[in-house]
T-cell receptor, first 111, second 115 residues
Framework: QKEVEQDPGPLSVPEGAIVSLNCTYS??????FMWYRQYSRKGPELLMY????GNKEDGRFTAQVDKSSKYISLFIRDSQPSDSATYLC???????????FGRGTSLIVHP | DVKVTQSSRYLVKRTGEKVFLECVQD?????MFWYRQDPGLGLRLIYF???????EKGDIPEGYSVSREKKERFSLILESASTNQTSMYLC??????????????FGPGTRLTVL
């Protein structure tokens, strides 16, 4: 079993839909949780960062962490074609230098 | 804003050539990383460095070496390029030390093709 599991998709939704992207993990020591967005042929860019459990909102994006279930989510409201990208989750124990990344979920938002 | 730059966006080399990929960050980060990214395999760590002149092997170091002579610069070297090293190469950096939240900031990537 991989430490971080992420469905590769692609996930195809119509413009305006609410998108839910998810990762599960097995290491209960993870405390820091990140979401990256990667456009085609570009490097990943940090989208959201949360510590421990709970929700964090930034504009149309909400990151949610459920440590009891070892499950994290990224919600995108009012999705736009410009949100079409691959979304990678990442998590770490803190105090270590190297996050563990999911393989990414490809999202396609069609007009 | 953190800025990580990579020397080339696209590179085409021949089998057996020595290849240098350079990465520079401007945020005084202590940690720097080299990954390769292939379809279906995700990000795989090649090497990382947590200080000048220090380096540690990642998950797939074979066929690669690195150099960190200055804090802001981390180079990846392919001693003798092979076709199976055709990939997207990504450099990243993070604060490290007591401030370490492990959040990594990535460069734009270098798409390397070895013929």
């Amino acid at each position: 079993q991989k430490e971080v599991e992420q469905d590769p998709g692609p996930l195809s939704v119509p413009e305006g839909a609410i998108v839910s992207l998810n990762c599960t993990y097995s290491n209960s020591a993870f405390q820091y949780f990140m979401w990256y967005r990667q456009y085609s042929r570009k490097g990943p860019e940090l989208l959201m960062y949360t510590y421990s459990s709970g929700n964090k909102e930034d504009g149309r994006f909400t990151a949610q962490v459920d440590k009891s279930s070892k499950y994290i989510s990224l919600f995108i409201r009012d999705s736009q074609p410009s949100d079409s990208a691959t979304y990678l989750c990442a998590m770490s124990r803190g105090g270590s230098y190297i996050p563990t990344f999911g393989r990414g979920t490809s999202l396609i938002v069609h007009p | 804003d953190v800025k990580v730059t990579q020397s080339s966006r696209y590179l085409v080399k021949r089998t057996g050539e020595k290849v240098f990929l350079e990465c520079v960050q401007d945020m005084d980060h202590e940690n720097m990383f080299w990954y390769r990214q292939d379809p279906g395999l995700g990000l795989r760590l090649i090497y990382f460095s947590y200080d000048v002149k220090m380096k540690e092997k990642g998950d797939i170091p074979e066929g690669y070496s690195v150099s960190r002579e200055k804090k802001e610069r981390f180079s990846l070297i392919l001693e003798s390029a092979s076709t199976n090293q055709t990939s997207m190469y990504l450099c990243a950096s993070s604060f490290g030390g007591a401030r370490g939240t492990d959040t990594q900031y990535f460069g734009p990537g270098t798409r390397l093709t070895v013929l």
